[in-house]
């Protein structure tokens, strides 16, 4: 590039003036003429060139995880609440629940006798009441009569009602006032199922236990004593103090009565009733196996959250996709993370068994076992936790997914713990589906602290013995799927992490592990690989300038027919379309072109961070295409994106020490690596400055210094300088041209002056094309509108003279623009011999035509940027406009109008009330944009309660099955229930005898199978 500096006019004595010619350095490569016999494309070149591909090999493997262990635990120290809070939350609430444990101790219970009462007493009968009425079907002569014997026998004595039928005295019963219908008591149905010797006992159903409804009893139930009007917990003693079995009792005297040939015996109107004795009882805390188990779980629940917020914050900042663009291996990211929460885990597991220790939680139980336990669940949800992560792009949605999903999935063991009785350790849920669940970490940790505290309180514990295979579904049942779950969780991870779709990143496909060039990649480092050839050739485009036969050998990097397309509201944009261009080693090259013209597109297509939907790549022989070639680019890469990839809360020595380790700089060069960096990009004095407090350009810096360090080969620069002060700028220019040699340089910049002077060729791109592409000379020579004669004109100077002098020597010279005392002119490339002529006559005649001073300069890099673009035409269109009327405005003008602009201003200016209110709407509708624009967020927060709460209630309602509409299966008293036929061992419940002689038992016995 070079150009013609201006000039004052001299004193008359000098003859002629002088041209001042400044030119700025360029490369040697830069300076080929595209008309150079020894230039060919390339684009058109036979054969296949090779390239050596050396250094792959990147960082080793525990370097970087030395690296992101070292940089974990430098956030976790800097983040002192959120390392506080992680390890504080699941010790608090253990201490709460062994607290309770502590506090909540029950006393013993003594041994207890019970009082004998006459069944046809007030302790039984209370219900019937001279006001209080029985209902009769069917209404025949035989049955009243027998029906007044009956409330004969009771207190009161109750009135009763015939009806035809049950099924009439059931809509009476329905039908009827509430006032009277509370009077009715009982119903009594004779010829119960058509058989004379039968009977039916209606009872409201909430005064007696369900017919189908399953208690559990234990020592602990129905020891209370009976007093009449006072519900029992024990609900089989309902059926006494509901009057069922008064009623009962005086139904059976009557049919002793009418249908036995003898006398009844009398003794059967004086029945009493005892309760049998309990001993000595200490109440246990079964309560405990039910909150225990969910409250263990949410324990770690803050711990799950903080981890999901972790791993997608750096996925949702790209910081992630940054280091790994980089070199940085998958595997260890993870690991990474896997150490340092497993330490804390490890610690919070001790210091939870010292209180389970103190409080006595698991007194009868082996303390190793429990503890493996906390550490495996431990485990299983780190692994948990990256295996949902792949799927979220947002931190906070994440965190909250992840600590409700957790507690949510926990709560599914309910269904064995409720399937079992309190006495039973096994569950009625078959034990395959028992595994099966334990296929979800928090289900396997809650059954294991469920069955594990029945154990320690009914079984005497649990330890390494016969105890851990009790049962169908024994203790090591749930331990193993921990462990189990855990590596399950971490394979799905490394699979997810591959091939769930997300905005950036090339994915492999879901078959990829079946692949052999997945585990065997063909191309080890140092092989000699050849470089594509190009599917199409643009030799023949007029817009790419040929290189030198010499830089056959220097082809870095080939791209053909890339292309990138996206699809936005079901509308395909191709963002880059059909790309094509060679980028050589030892040289700058510049991406183009206005915003959205597809240069991060392709510059993130190349690195790796968004895959191509079309077309092809190789960068030193490696296909970007392929997955396994993509993780060798990288370990040759120093990537500056668009954005800063920075920890706040890291200093600027900080990152450069953990992108030297992911880079593989040998441990002993890191500190002068990272001075070297630092004063390279002039940031040394703030070394030890955290990135928060950096500038904006600052920041920037960083981010160029962190993809320089570690010598890396290629070197993508998307921006670099953008926030940076001009000296900055130009300090970062001398870098990058003293680092070229040897590697691929590629930046983007808006900066023309910066692609002028920096890049030895320049890639315009347009609509996601290659526009053109060659040294600033070629572009000028072929875009360019030629030179620019700029003059100083006295007030008196003439214009129009001087536009007739300048076409006399030059008729193409044409007018450009006119302002103040500036006259332009621009003068096509083909008439630079006539120069001599203008300028001769210029010295001659400027004084009379009121030209003070002129220069010359040549078309800048930034005008062939606006012709390509179209946007010049419409610009010069304006300054020809602005040009030929110079435009003055008064003072008094300019007040008047600002005057004006400000009273039209006021009246329309809202206050008071109506702005509140304006400002109130404005940002609601905000909120309500911004929260239902993120649909995992508004399904958390709105859809999941209410289908959780329509289920709750669907299950309550199958579950508890309540109103004066329930249907109640009739329950069936018989002989049968306490002995079959002759000869066969007794049922339960057994017949217990009293101060009675073995004689009447087997009397008693022979009667009843008799009947």
């Known amino acids: 590039m070079w150009c013609l500096g201006f000039r004052t006019k001299r004193s008359a004595q000098t003859k002629r003036s002088k041209v001042l010619v400044q030119d700025w350095p360029i490369s040697s490569e830069s300076q080929v003429h595209p008309e150079l016999g020894s230039a060919r494309s390339s684009f058109n070149r036979p054969g296949s060139s090779t390239y050596k591909v050396s250094g792959m090999a990147g960082a080793g493997f525990w370097q970087q995880l030395k690296a992101l262990l070292w940089r974990n635990v430098l956030l976790k120290k800097r983040n002192k609440g959120a390392l506080a809070q992680e390890l504080i939350f699941p010790i608090y609430f253990v201490a709460i629940l062994a607290m309770i444990k502590v506090l909540t101790k029950p006393q013993t219970k003594p041994s207890l006798e019970f009082p004998s009462h006459p069944l046809n007493s007030s302790v039984f009968g209370w219900h019937f009441t001279a006001d209080k009425e029985i209902l009769v079907a069917p209404d025949t002569p035989q049955y009243t009569q027998w029906m007044q014997e009956v409330?004969?026998?009771?207190?009161?004595?109750?009135?009763?009602?015939?009806?035809?039928?049950?099924?009439?005295?059931?809509?009476?019963?329905?039908?009827?006032?509430?006032?009277?219908?509370?009077?009715?008591?009982?119903?009594?149905?004779?010829?119960?199922?058509?058989?004379?010797?039968?009977?039916?006992?209606?009872?409201?159903?909430?005064?007696?236990?369900?017919?189908?409804?399953?208690?559990?009893?234990?020592?602990?139930?129905?020891?209370?004593?009976?007093?009449?009007?006072?519900?029992?917990?024990?609900?089989?003693?309902?059926?006494?103090?509901?009057?069922?079995?008064?009623?009962?009792?005086?139904?059976?005297?009557?049919?002793?009565?009418?249908?036995?040939?003898?006398?009844?015996?009398?003794?059967?109107?004086?029945?009493?009733?005892?309760?049998?004795?309990?001993?000595?009882?200490?109440?246990?805390?079964?309560?405990?196996?039910?909150?225990?188990?969910?409250?263990?779980?949410?324990?770690?629940?803050?711990?799950?959250?903080?981890?999901?917020?972790?791993?997608?914050?750096?996925?949702?900042?790209?910081?992630?996709?940054?280091?790994?663009?980089?070199?940085?291996?998958?595997?260890?990211?993870?690991?990474?993370?896997?150490?340092?929460?497993?330490?804390?885990?490890?610690?919070?597991?001790?210091?939870?068994?010292?209180?389970?220790?103190?409080?006595?939680?698991?007194?009868?139980?082996?303390?190793?076992?429990?503890?493996?336990?906390?550490?495996?669940?431990?485990?299983?949800?780190?692994?948990?936790?990256?295996?949902?992560?792949?799927?979220?792009?947002?931190?906070?949605?994440a965190g909250a997914v992840a600590g409700m999903l957790t507690l949510v999935l926990s709560l599914l063991y309910l269904a064995i713990s409720q399937t079992r009785s309190s006495d039973s350790y096994d569950s009625s849920v078959d034990p395959g589906v028992q595994w099966l669940m334990c296929l979800l970490s928090p289900v396997a940790f809650a059954t294991f602290i469920d069955q594990g505290i029945f154990m320690d309180i009914r079984l005497g514990g649990f330890g390494f013995d016969d105890s851990m295979t009790y049962g169908k579904f024994p203790l090591y049942a749930p331990l193993l799927m921990l462990f189990f779950d855990m590596i399950l969780y971490g394979l799905l991870t490394a699979y997810f992490d591959k091939v769930v779709p997300t905005e950036y990143g090339v994915r492999y496909g879901p078959l990829f592990f079946l692949k052999a060039d997945y585990w065997c990649p063909g191309k080890e480092s140092g092989e000699t690989i050849k470089l594509m050839k190009p599917s199409r050739s643009v030799s023949q485009s007029i817009d790419v300038e040929a290189v030198a036969a010499n830089m056959d050998d220097k082809v870095a990097m080939r791209i053909d027919s890339l292309t990138k397309s996206f699809k936005v509201k079901k509308k395909v944009t191709d963002a880059v379309n059909g790309f094509c261009l060679d980028i050589y080693k030892g040289q700058i090259t510049c991406l183009l072109g206005h915003n959205g013209a597809g240069k991060t597109t392709l510059m993130n297509m190349l690195t790796g961070v968004v895959p191509p939907t079309s077309g092809r790549a190789t960068i030193m022989g490696l296909d970007i295409t392929r997955s396994s070639d993509m993780e060798r680019i990288r370990s040759l890469c120093g990537i500056c994106p668009q954005h800063n990839i920075l920890y706040p809360n890291l200093s600027c020595a900080e990152h450069l020490k953990i992108f030297a380790n992911i880079k593989g700089v040998p441990d002993g060069q890191i500190a002068t690596a990272i001075d070297g960096a630092l004063r390279d990009v002039d940031l040394l004095s703030q070394k030890e400055t955290l990135a928060k407090n950096l500038s904006g350009g600052q920041k920037r810096k960083l981010s160029v210094a962190m993809a320089l360090i570690g010598d890396p080969k290629i070197i993508f620069l998307d921006e670099p300088t953008a926030g940076m002060d001009p000296f900055s700028r130009r300090h970062l220019w001398s870098l990058l041209k003293k680092r070229k040699e040897g590697r691929v340089i590629v930046l983007t910049t808006h900066f023309m002056d910066e692609a002028d002077i920096l890049s030895d060729r320049k890639a315009f791109i347009s609509k996601g094309k290659l526009r053109c592409c060659g040294s600033s000379l070629f572009l000028k020579n072929k875009f360019g509108v030629g030179y620019h004669l700029t003059m100083v004109a006295s007030p008196d100077c003439d214009v129009d003279g001087v536009t007739s002098s300048l076409q006399n020597v030059i008729p193409s010279t044409q007018l450009e623009r006119f302002h103040g005392k500036e006259i332009s002119y621009t003068v096509p490339l083909a008439d630079v011999g006539k120069f001599s002529a203008l300028f001769g006559m210029l010295d001659t005649k400027s004084e009379a035509m009121g030209i003070k001073s002129f220069g010359v300069s040549m078309t800048t890099l930034e005008e062939v940027f606006l012709k390509l673009e179209g946007e010049n035409v419409e610009d010069k269109e304006a300054e020809n406009e602005m040009g030929q009327a110079p435009f003055e405005v008064s003072n008094e003008q300019i007040n008047l109008t600002v005057n004006n602009i400000a009273e039209d201003f006021g009246k329309s200016v809202v206050k008071g009330k109506e702005l509140t209110k304006q400002k109130f709407k404005a940002l609601f509708r905000l909120r309500c944009i911004l929260t239902f624009r993120d649909s995992m967020a508004v399904s958390i927060q709105i859809i999941l309660p209410v289908v959780f709460s329509i289920g709750g209630l669907f299950l309550q309602t199958l579950s508890s099955p309540s109103g004066p509409n329930r249907n109640v299966t009739a329950l069936q008293f018989s002989t049968d229930l306490y002995a079959g036929p002759a000869g066969s061992p007794p049922r339960s419940p057994f017949l217990i005898f009293d101060d009675s002689s073995e004689s009447i038992i087997k009397k008693t016995l022979q009667l009843i199978q008799s009947l």
Do not use: H
Not at 226 to 240: E, R
Not at 356 to 369: C, G, H, K, Q, T
């Open 151 to 397: 409330v004969e026998q009771l207190p009161g004595p109750p009135k009763f009602q015939m009806f035809n039928s049950s099924a009439s005295a059931e809509s009476y019963y329905m039908n009827v006032e509430k006032d009277i219908r509370k009077k009715i008591v009982a119903g009594v149905v004779f010829n119960y199922n058509n058989d004379p010797n039968s009977y039916a006992i209606r009872i409201n159903n909430e005064d007696i236990p369900g017919s189908t409804d399953t208690y559990n009893l234990n020592e602990g139930t129905c020891r209370n004593i009976i007093l009449g009007v006072v519900k029992d917990n024990c609900p089989p003693n309902n059926y006494l103090s509901s009057g069922f079995a008064l009623l009962q009792m005086a139904l059976e005297n009557v049919f002793l009565t009418n249908m036995s040939v003898t006398s009844p015996d009398p003794t059967t109107r004086d029945l009493k009733v005892q309760m049998l004795p309990k001993e000595e009882w200490s109440p246990n805390t079964n309560y405990l196996q039910t909150i225990s188990s969910i409250y263990f779980v949410f324990s770690f629940s803050f711990m799950v959250s903080s981890l999901a917020v972790n791993i997608v914050a750096e996925k949702e900042k790209k910081i992630k996709d940054g280091m790994m663009m980089m070199g940085l291996r998958s595997s260890v990211f993870w690991l990474s993370w896997v150490v340092v929460y497993m330490t804390m885990i490890f610690i919070i597991t001790c210091i939870i068994i010292l209180i389970i220790v103190a409080s006595e939680f698991f007194e009868n139980s082996n303390i190793l076992i429990l503890f493996l336990a906390f550490f495996l669940y431990g485990g299983s949800f780190v692994s948990f936790v990256f295996m949902i992560t792949p799927f979220f792009n947002k931190a906070k949605t």
